[in-house]
Structures are given as structure tokens and as C-alpha cells.
């Protein structure tokens, strides 16, 4: 569906995309995440011929993308990080307006419309004009507006930045929808429990680089970690420090702000093997936690810093 080849966009001199490489097959809700300023938005203008790059090559659909080439372009739904509705046209004008840029049958228009409203749940608004939206109704107005004309391929940038969880869980379920219906869909995102919920294969960019490709399973078996465990509220000196970091499968050991952080291999037993010390030196603590790979954690081996700032 979309492959592209060792991408290179720079603005001035910043390198936006620095050799970018990404192949995503048909039916797949492919997701890419990022840090802000990664270059994913850069990524899908490019993809959309909205922006000039300098190197490398983008072909979707089997042809190479060009602004002219409006055979792939119909077949395309975008729905941008920001909002693009006219505020003159309400709810149902601006779908209908969006929709006949690529739908000319009326009739069938009005089909397509009324699915894209049933569709965000933006039944009871259908006369109301946009400025009289929340935030979470106005993004599911511009994604209404985005899919109206059930295109092959969706790209989505970052569509629940800043909207309530109701709209967010409305947003993430119309994405899985629309894929089981048959779109192809490619999702921005630098919410990592988003793109884990729905993400059928995940790149992880950084600097304009695509630096791990796979599902998430894949992603996560990439790395060392297997285990982070946190303990709360534990004094802790330098030798037991030693003592927990000395331990089998235990690889790095955390202690800020009275808050114990081992990341472990995936074995069975970690968490009573460090338990068990506190006992032995009858040090108290407070809650403890257990928790699997993220696609942080993914980010922050490869890396060595946070997805999230
Ligand atoms: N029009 C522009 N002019 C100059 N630099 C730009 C422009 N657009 C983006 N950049 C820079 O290119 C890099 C990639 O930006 P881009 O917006 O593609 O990242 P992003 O991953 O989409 O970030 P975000 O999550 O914040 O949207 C950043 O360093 C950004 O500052």
C-alpha cells in the first residue's frame, strides 16, 4: 500500500527526515509514534505530496506519489492535527461539502454522509455549526469530514490530541471500524497506550528515522527488559542498592525520591527475589508495582530516553 525509500526532508538546516524507511501493507492500522518533533507529520505531508522532499522515494498504492496524481489522491482520506472545517456550514453541510469533492452522485452522497454521522455519533448535532462544538465533537467532525468518501487509505495526525476520553474512545473504536471495513490506516500518534490498543504493526521514529519496526510483541522482544518493578515509599542505602542491582535478571536498578525502579530480563521469581531482600534487612516499604515492556521502555533501551517529555 505505502513503501517508502530512504526519505531525506530538510527545512534550512534542520534534517526533518533523515533517510526515512516504511512499507505498510494493505489492511493494517499501522501506527507511527514518535516524540514531538520527530518528523512524523513531515512524514505524511511528504506521503501526500504536500511537501517537497529532497531525497528518496514514496510510492503508494504501486505508484510514485506526485501532487497531480489525483487517481491515488481520491482514494486517500486525510484527517489532519488541526481542525480544517468552514464555520459558515454546520455539521451536515460541512461533511456533505468534504464528501462531493469526491463523491459528484447525490444520492450516493447522502448515503456516505449520513454513515460518516452515525458513524463519530454526531447525530443530535447534525444542524449545529462548529464553533458551537466541544473540542472532542469538533475533532470527530474533522474526522467525519476526513472519511465521508470510505477511501482505501486513511491517514490520521494525531486526531485526540487534547479531547475528552468519551470522544477518545468513540475516535479509537471508529478507527478499528473503518479498518474493518476495509481502509487501510496510518496513525500518528505520541500516546503509546493508543497506538498499543489498535496498532496492528508500530514504527518508532526518532530524529526522522524509523528506529524499530513491528508489532508490538515484536517491538518489545527487541529489548532486555522484561519486568520493571517499582517499590514506593523504601529507604534504602548504597549497599542495598548493591545488593538488589547483584541479584539474577536484575540489569539496572533506579532509586529517586524514596521510589526503587528495577528493570529485569523476563524471568519467573523477580519480584520475590526483591521483596525477599527488603525482608531480610527488614526494610519497610509501601506499594509495589509489576508491570510488562512498554513501547516506552522499547523507546527508552533503544534510545535512552523517554517517549513521553
Ligand atoms: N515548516 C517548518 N519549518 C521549519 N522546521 C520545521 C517545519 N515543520 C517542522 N519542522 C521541524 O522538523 C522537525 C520534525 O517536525 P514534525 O512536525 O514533522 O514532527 P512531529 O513528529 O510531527 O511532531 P509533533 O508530534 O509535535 O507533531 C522538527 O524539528 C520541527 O521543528
Given at each position: 500500500m505505502i513503501k517508502i525509500e530512504n526519505l531525506v526532508k530538510r527545512y534550512g538546516n534542520i534534517v526533518?527526515?533523515?533517510?526515512f524507511n516504511l512499507e505498510i501493507e494493505e489492511g493494517e492500522i499501522f501506527g507511527l509514534l514518535g516524540p514531538n518533533g520527530s518528523g512524523k507529520t513531515t512524514a505524511i505531508n511528504c506521503m501526500l505530496a504536500l511537501l517537497k522532499y529532497d531525497r528518496g522515494s514514496i510510492r503508494i498504492m504501486g505508484r510514485e506519489m506526485t501532487p497531480d496524481n489525483y487517481d491515488v489522491k481520491r482514494q486517500i482520506g486525510i484527517v489532519m492535527q488541526d481542525v480544517a472545517v468552514?464555520?459558515?456550514?454546520?455539521v451536515h453541510d460541512n461533511i456533505d461539502y468534504f464528501c462531493s469533492l469526491y463523491i459528484k452522485d447525490k444520492n450516493k452522497r447522502k448515503e456516505l454522509v449520513e454513515d460518516a454521522i452515525r458513524f463519530v455519533g454526531l447525530e443530535d448535532y447534525r444542524?449545529?455549526?462548529?464553533?458551537?462544538?466541544s473540542g472532542g465533537l469538533l475533532r470527530r467532525l474533522n474526522i467525519a469530514c476526513g472519511i465521508a468518501h470510505k477511501p482505501r487509505l486513511i491517514i490520521l495526525d494525531?486526531?485526540?490530541?487534547?479531547?475528552d476520553p468519551q470522544s477518545r474512545n468513540k475516535i479509537l473504536e471508529g478507527i478499528c471500524e473503518l479498518n474493518r471495513q476495509g481502509s487501510t490506516i496510518v496513525y500518528t500518534s505520541h500516546y503509546m497506550e493508543e497506538v498499543e490498543q489498535i496498532c496492528t504493526r508500530i514504527a518508532i521514529m526518532d530524529h526522522g528515522r524509523s528506529i524499530a519496526v513491528g508489532t508490538k510483541e515484536e517491538l518489545k522482544s527487541m529489548?532486555?527488559?522484561g519486568e520493571t518493578v517499582t517499590i514506593e515509599a523504601v529507604i534504602l542505602d548504597q549497599e542495598d542498592l548493591t545488593d538488589i542491582g547483584n541479584l539474577?535478571?536484575?540489569f539496572d536498578v533506579r532509586y529517586e525520591e524514596q521510589r526503587l525502579i528495577v528493570r529485569c530480563t523476563g524471568a519467573k521469581h523477580n519480584l520475590i527475589h526483591i521483596l525477599g531482600i527488603l525482608q531480610e534487612k527488614d526494610i519497610p516499604f509501601g506499594r509495589v508495582f509489576s508491570e510488562l515492556p512498554t513501547l516506552n521502555d522499547v523507546f527508552l533501551e533503544i534510545t535512552g530516553k523517554q517517549l513521553r517529555n
Open positions: 526533518a527526515l533523515d533517510h468552514f464555520d459558515e456550514l454546520n444542524k449545529t455549526y462548529p464553533k458551537k462544538l494525531e486526531p485526540t490530541v487534547a479531547v529489548i532486555k527488559t539474577p535478571h536484575v
